[in-house]
């Protein structure tokens, strides 16, 4: 009785790793058949091992046993294999061959033989053969990350030295420049799909199964102020999250990441687009973090000297990918949230002191989200979102809302979004901007208000004018701008956005 117990024990835990690997594999956009037929050889294999029956271990190795091992080894190369890999692997096959020499080389001597047997000089000789190719493999992959990096540095010194490159004008003014450091993957339903059921577990795990994606923008901001210096609001994603990815993220975070998640050009890159505008990555001295999603802060590790401000319960609970901070961590600074109520926000930070920037809590999205309101000249501000909301559209949050964490931080995000909404209402002077809008109005509208950093008033109002041509007064999008989710033509890659 208690044999059979163990039995199943090992069956279960075998089972809770294979649906572990499935979920990974999923993540990884292994289509659901493949899936569903590898899963069902996985089970019956290691069920067979434990109870051969009439089967018989040598039949249950050879259709099960091999062929599970097989579609595992396959599939582990064809989604999850990087270079970094080889060198572990080869590692691994020399001392699974070192292995099998010695203890046969044992046998024979208590057999009494006094030479060891040919099986266990091959097997040693391949265990030292292996050991040295694993050397040369970690040299390749350091080698091939080397000139991946060289390469990466040359096409931004490229970029950098292109026509078109601007000066910086200090002439007293607040001037704010969007950045766009280039676009990530989702998938539609996790960015338009909250009220359809993309929210809380059922997300994630149609996140899963529903792999309609679409390439999104990821917009960070850079304020140059009169008084207090270059600043940012988010940092975009860096060089090396687009194009080294897995060499970035390492085993664990590769795994639950998609290779292709963020795309950058060397036009996009943080340094690129500083030095175009006629500014140095190293005179920024201060950076509002909205939130420590990645897509926000891999641009951190190129600003050796600013202090980076955010929400400590986002430090203290929401950090996934820790490596991004590794160059900042120790000129991060926490706000009190002491200054009083701001509007509608029942708390908020008067950052400098002047009511210049003043943060605003928005948890929901993450424990500690920040919102960030700039004073901009003649009166009017701008209201930097982060990812409360995504795009303009998603104001009218009971017709378009984003993926939710559910329970009560799916309460929190609509509540931001509320006060978020009342902020507008009351103050027509101030215009949202968003983190990743994939609309006209950061394409053409923000794009244009912002080209010399100084929008004025007249500016400011186109962008308003244009907020209010998209949604009613009762945040309710007028006809023509809701979204609907466009395949690809080709059958393959992100599908597209279209607003009617
Ligand atoms: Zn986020």
Redo the contacts with the bound molecule.
């Keep these: 009785m208690p044999k059979i117990l163990g039995k199943i024990g090992l069956l279960v835990l075998a089972l809770v790793a294979g649906a572990a690997w499935l979920v990974i594999l999923r993540l990884k956009s292994v289509p659901v058949p493949l899936l569903v037929v590898y899963g069902l050889l996985l089970a019956a294999s290691a069920a067979g091992t434990l109870w051969p029956g009439v089967l018989g271990r040598r039949r249950v190795l050879t259709f099960l046993g091999v062929p599970a091992g097989v579609a595992t080894f396959g599939l582990y190369l064809a989604v999850v294999y990087h270079v970094t890999d080889l060198p572990v692997l080869l590692a691994l096959a020399a001392v699974a061959c070192l292995a099998s020499a010695v203890p046969r080389g044992r046998r024979r001597a208590d057999g009494g033989a006094t030479r060891p047997s040919r099986r266990v000089f091959l097997a040693g000789g391949a265990g030292l053969a292996l050991g040295a190719l694993s050397a040369l493999a970690a040299g390749h992959a350091d080698r091939r990350r080397r000139d991946l990096l060289t390469r990466g540095e040359a096409q931004r010194q490229a970029a950098i030295r292109a026509p078109g490159a601007r000066r910086r004008i200090a002439d007293g003014k607040v001037r704010v420049f969007p950045i766009h450091t280039g676009d990530t993957i989702v998938t539609y339903g996790q960015f338009y799909g909250g009220l359809d059921g993309w929210e809380g577990l059922n997300g994630y795990l149609r996140t899963l199964l529903d792999k309609a994606q679409i390439a999104v923008p990821v917009h960070a901001y850079l304020i140059d102020h009169p008084r207090h210096g270059l600043m940012l609001v988010d940092t975009g994603v860096n060089w090396e999250q687009a194009h080294d990815h897995d060499g970035y993220y390492g085993i664990t975070s590769r795994l639950l990441t998609e290779r292709d998640e963020y795309r950058l050009t060397p036009a996009q890159d943080l340094r690129v687009r500083l030095a175009r505008l006629g500014y140095d990555a190293g005179d920024v001295t201060t950076v509002f973090l909205t939130?420590v999603?990645d897509?926000?802060a891999g641009g951190l590790r190129h600003l050796p000297r600013a202090e980076v401000v955010l929400d400590r319960r986002d430090w203290d609970q929401g950090v996934l990918y820790p490596h991004s901070f590794d160059l900042v961590k120790e000129r991060l600074s926490f706000p009190a949230f002491d200054s009083g109520a701001f509007g509608a926000f029942p708390a908020a930070q008067d950052h400098f002191g002047d009511g210049s920037v003043v943060l605003l809590p928005a948890p929901g999205?993450?424990p500690g989200h920040m919102c960030v309101l700039l004073r901009l000249d003649g009166g009017g501000s701008a209201l930097f979102l982060g990812?409360t909301l995504y795009t303009l559209p998603h104001l009218a949050t009971d017709q378009v809302r984003q993926m939710t964490i559910g329970g009560a931080d799916t309460v929190h995000q609509i509540e931001a979004a509320r006060r978020v909404q009342r902020l507008l209402a009351a103050d027509p002077g101030l215009v949202p901007l968003f983190a990743h809008d994939n609309t006209r109005y950061q394409s053409d509208l923000v794009t244009a208000a912002f080209t010399d950093g100084s929008p004025g008033e007249a500016g400011l109002r186109e962008l308003r004018r244009h907020m209010e041509a998209v949604l009613t007064p009762g945040w309710r999008l007028r006809p023509g701008h809701t979204p609907h989710f466009v395949p690809p033509a080709s059958g393959t890659g992100p599908g597209r956005v279209e607003f009617r």
């Design positions: 939130h999603h897509d926000h999205h993450s990812d």
